[in-house]
């Protein structure tokens, strides 16, 4: 059996320039980069705005276990289907992965065997640079701050006003924002910066977080335009002075910069799925903290290029679909037509209290042998799950991604779950091992829900106070009995109500691996009450994010990293890349 890179590295590719002539874009709309990947310049989007808009399908998922269950590898499937099966004009829209978890154990996220975006190796590694100059954008930023602290320790308010500036008196334990990088690295999330003397800047404690769980990776992916993405920029809540009102990004006088080193990274990226339908690689904003999408930029110029827009988002339902919904869709204006919702049947399995997955383990028998009553069980977060994307009235199709010990008692036990929940339909795809042809009848089930009448709402509406949004999405969402904040989470809220924060949206930071936060409560848990830890705000990328359990923006290598598998042959080819 080929592995997903050796079947990416002998896929035949078009060269992207004619591809983007396919879709009707001329030689000066792209900056290529290379053969297969290029920059598509934001005033297409302004020449295409009287175009019909594409139908807007969002692929989303059950409650995975920690292996996912094969959003992306779906995303891509059905892209293809809908392009080489049933000859739609489709476009893919899906996030660009941190390099973190690709030299860390989660490998690669361009999809799987017969359903990838096209070149992997770029796709996983720099793919034209965005990730950087994210990492660099942010990292002035941190910059900026150290120095106007050490600078105004040292100087007089005659001294600073000759130099054109205020004195913003910022409070050391205050701040907000550690620096990043693009990897994991645990060494890293606690550090003291400032030694060596008075001109090494203010001693202090301090950290990393990986680059994708920048506010500025999150910025990226919210702006329409490089209007807005630079008043984004100089919102961002650095810290606050002594008084205890916000400094921002603008005060330090550091936005403009900022917006410059992103100028070129807004465009979004153009590459290919194998079966050569387009496809956008475009912003990767951490899923918890962050909306988990890809860039709004991306969706609106597909929207005006194709028929169909697949995209994807983070998680399962609960966060990435949910934040899709309440903060993407609102910033975009977009509404989608249908949800495709992927199931598996070992996710469902464990749901229903057999085995345990671990990353890097073979999987426990009890999960590839038929267990019906389990599987029975476990279809709770099934219904679950589709009745929280009903809430925003779109339809819903399940995507069943067969895996060769699935048996077709289990698959049909799944398929009636989901019609009596109210699914549209419930279809076994074997699209990794099949690309497009294997995902044919998924790509008609949703051709056919997308011509289904919707009305599609958000959840809330944002002039409703931090606390009934979030005990809405307590509630409503996740299944909880109502919300416990701490005193620290008190506090926050009624700081940013104070400071006009309280009409943003909220971005809820939970586990992915359960419907509460705990990640060992499976199924569909009841009889809980969802804790709040602590609420921050992303001011700039706008929205406030609820803190419940132990949320890392930094993650740690494994015991055996994915990077120990990899190298170059003997003809310079890359080889061992997941």
Same mark, same amino acid.
């Given at each position: 059996m080929l592995s997903d890179l050796q079947i990416a590295q002998a896929a035949t590719l078009r060269a992207i320039i004619d591809l983007a002539a396919d879709l009707g874009?001329?030689?000066?709309?792209?900056?290529?980069?290379?053969?297969?990947?290029?920059?598509?310049?934001?005033?297409?989007?302004?020449?295409?705005?009287?175009?019909?808009?594409?139908?807007?399908?969002?692929?989303?998922?059950?409650?995975?276990?920690?292996?996912?269950?094969?959003?992306?590898?779906?995303?891509?499937?059905?892209?293809?289907?809908?392009?080489?099966?049933?000859?739609?004009?489709?476009?893919?829209?899906?996030?660009?992965?941190?390099?973190?978890?690709?030299?860390?154990?989660?490998?690669?996220?361009?999809?799987?065997?017969?359903?990838?975006?096209?070149?992997?190796?770029?796709?996983?590694?720099?793919?034209?640079?965005d990730n950087h100059a994210v990492g660099v954008a942010h990292n002035l930023m941190a910059s900026a701050l150290d120095a106007r602290m050490l600078h105004e320790g040292r100087l007089g308010d005659r001294s600073l006003a000759a130099s054109g500036l205020v004195r913003l008196s910022i409070d050391p334990d205050s701040i907000l924002i550690n620096r990043v990088v693009d990897l994991e690295d645990a060494s890293l999330r606690q550090i003291l910066i400032g030694l060596g003397g008075d001109r090494n800047g203010v001693e202090r404690h301090t950290g990393f977080d990986i680059t994708v769980a920048s506010e500025v990776m999150a910025i990226l992916a919210l702006s329409t335009s490089l209007q807005d993405m630079r008043a984004r920029l100089g919102r961002i809540v650095v810290a606050t002075n002594q008084s205890g009102e916000p400094v921002t990004a603008e005060d330090l006088g550091v936005a403009g910069a900022m917006a410059v080193l992103l100028k070129d990274a807004l465009m979004p990226n153009l590459m290919q799925t194998l079966e050569q339908t387009p496809a956008f690689v475009h912003a990767g904003p951490f899923a918890n903290i962050a909306p988990g999408n890809s860039s709004c930029i991306a969706d609106l110029m597909a929207t005006r290029l194709a028929d169909y827009v697949v995209t994807e988002s983070g998680f399962g339902a609960d966060i990435?679909?949910?934040?899709?919904?309440?903060?993407?869709?609102?910033?975009?204006? =977009?509404?989608?037509? $249908?949800?495709? *919702?992927? %199931?598996?049947? &070992?996710?469902?399995?464990?749901? +229903?209290?057999?085995?345990? /997955?671990?990353?890097?383990?073979?999987?426990?028998?009890?999960?590839?042998?038929?267990?019906?009553?389990? =599987?029975?069980?476990? $279809?709770?977060? *099934?219904? %679950?799950?589709? &009745?929280?994307?009903?809430?925003? +009235?779109?339809?819903?199709? /399940?995507?069943?991604?067969?895996?060769?010990?699935?048996?077709?008692?289990?698959?049909?036990?799944?398929?009636?779950?989901?019609?009596?929940?109210?699914?549209?339909?419930?279809?076994?795809?074997?699209?990794?091992?099949?690309?497009?042809?294997?995902?044919?009848?998924?790509?008609?089930?949703?051709?056919?829900?997308?011509?289904?009448?919707?009305?599609?709402?958000?959840?809330?509406?944002?002039?409703?106070?931090?606390?009934?949004?979030?005990?809405?999405?307590?509630?409503?969402?996740?299944?909880?009995?109502?919300?416990?904040?701490?005193?620290?989470?008190?506090?926050?809220?009624?700081?940013?109500?104070?400071?006009?924060?309280?009409?943003?949206?909220i971005c809820m930071a939970k586990t992915h691996l359960s419907l509460s936060h705990d990640p060992a409560l499976k199924g569909a848990p009841t009889g809980w009450r969802l804790p709040i830890r602590d609420v921050r705000a992303s001011v700039g990328a706008g929205f406030v994010y609820p803190i419940c359990g132990d949320i890392r923006t930094m993650p740690g290598l494994p015991r055996r990293p994915s990077f120990m598998d990899m190298d170059l042959d003997e003809h310079g080819q890359i080889v061992g890349l997941s």
């Open positions: 874009l001329s030689r000066d709309d792209i900056d290529p980069y290379g053969w297969f990947k290029a920059k598509v310049h934001l005033d297409v989007l302004d020449r295409l705005q009287d175009r019909p808009k594409a139908r807007y399908v969002d692929v989303t998922a059950i409650t995975p276990t920690p292996l996912g269950e094969g959003k992306t590898t779906t995303t891509v499937g059905l892209s293809q289907a809908l392009g080489s099966q049933l000859h739609k004009r489709v476009f893919t829209c899906i996030r660009q992965p941190s390099m973190g978890p690709t030299f860390g154990i989660k490998g690669g996220a361009a999809g799987g065997g017969y359903s990838q975006i096209v070149p992997m190796e770029d796709f996983n590694l720099h793919l034209t640079g990435g679909m949910e934040k899709f919904f309440d903060i993407k869709c609102r910033v975009s204006g =977009l509404q989608p037509d $249908c949800v495709v *919702l992927v %199931a598996t049947v &070992r996710a469902l399995k464990m749901h +229903g209290g057999l085995g345990q /997955v671990v990353p890097g383990k073979p999987l426990p028998p009890e999960l590839t042998s038929e267990n019906l009553p389990a =599987l029975e069980t476990g $279809c709770a977060n *099934l219904r %679950a799950v589709i &009745r929280i994307a009903r809430l925003f +009235g779109v339809p819903v199709v /399940v995507a069943v991604n067969r895996f060769t010990t699935d048996t077709d008692a289990e698959i049909e036990l799944i398929r009636r779950v989901a019609l009596e929940a109210g699914a549209e339909d419930a279809v076994p795809c074997e699209h990794w091992a099949h690309g497009g042809a294997g995902a044919r009848d998924l790509a008609e089930a949703v051709v056919k829900a997308c011509e289904q009448p919707k009305t599609f709402r958000m959840l809330y509406e944002l002039g409703l106070p931090i606390k009934e949004k979030i005990e809405l999405l307590a509630t409503q969402v996740y299944g909880a009995d109502g919300v416990d904040y701490s005193p620290e989470a008190e506090a926050k809220i009624a700081m940013f109500t104070r400071f006009g924060y309280g009409e943003l949206p």
